[in-house]
């Protein structure tokens, strides 16, 4: 299984602000994904980062709030931009080249005051 | 419309006993995936357990196994022996086939499980 990790961990950002989220694997993928967890609520797909082209994005979610940047195939960046408290959430990279296959990172501990 | 769901909100159970956390699904799909994943207080996501559409034996990993049920619609984790670690959230999900060559998961609302000793 492949080992992922996430930075920062958690955070706590104002208002209007923006972060970057950085997520490494420690093996090549060709698909990453960024979902984000509300609080009390399930997982919800944000968008799809294959290296090398743009990101696919889900209904309800735009390039312009969240960036996504693939630059490689071990790495990946997800900006929540503009930041309300609306966006304080976990957020989570994942990673699954095969369809048996889907593992999560750490995760993100984002508030927003 | 394709959609993971999990009635049980809460569960508990006492130590060593086993466990069913329920889970049906909606698709139309002839070729999919069904995921369990566990949620500690951390926030990570563990995954546990994979069954496919079209696997015929039911998938068991460990304490883990699923009773798949392809004509019910439905998936259910069984965790058998529980311990006091288990206790955490668990998240059913469904692999979907996009155009393009993506797949997505899908999640239902999850179901917290309380082991007591």
């Known amino acids: 299984s492949a080992v992922i990790s996430q930075k920062p961990s958690r955070d706590i950002c104002q208002r209007g602000t923006s972060l970057t989220i950085q997520c490494q694997v420690d093996?090549?993928?060709?698909?990453m994904f960024w979902y984000r967890q509300q609080p009390g609520q399930s997982l919800t797909l944000i968008a799809t980062?294959?290296?090398?082209?743009?990101?696919?994005?889900e209904s309800g979610f735009v390039i312009d709030k969240f960036p996504i940047s693939r630059p490689n195939l071990t790495f990946s960046t997800l900006t929540v931009s503009n930041m309300s408290p609306e966006d304080s959430s976990i957020y989570l990279c994942?990673?699954?080249?095969?369809?048996?296959?889907?593992?999560f990172g750490p995760g993100t501990r984002l508030t927003v005051t | 419309a394709q959609k993971i769901t999990q009635t049980q909100p809460g569960m508990f159970v006492q130590e060593k006993e086993a466990v069913t956390l329920d889970c049906t699904y909606d698709?139309?799909?002839?070729?999919?995936?069904l995921f369990w994943y566990k949620q500690p207080s951390s926030g990570e996501m563990i995954f546990l357990i994979y069954?496919?559409?079209?696997?015929?034996q039911n998938a068991t990993e460990g304490r883990y196994s699923l009773n798949f049920q392809k004509a019910r619609k439905s998936a259910n984790l069984v965790i058998s022996a529980s311990q006091l670690g288990d206790s955490a959230m668990y998240f059913c999900?469904?692999?979907?086939?996009?155009?393009?060559?993506?797949?997505?998961?899908?999640f239902g609302a999850g179901t917290r499980l309380a082991v007591h000793p």
């Open positions: 994942s990673v699954g080249d095969t369809v048996y296959e889907q593992y």
């Open positions: 093996s090549q993928v060709t698909m």
């Open positions: 980062a294959n290296q090398g082209s743009e990101a696919t994005y």
């Open positions: 698709t139309s799909d002839q070729s999919y995936g």
């Open positions: 069954q496919g559409s079209y696997d015929e």
């Open positions: 999900a469904m692999r979907l086939a996009l155009s393009g060559g993506y797949n997505k998961l899908i």
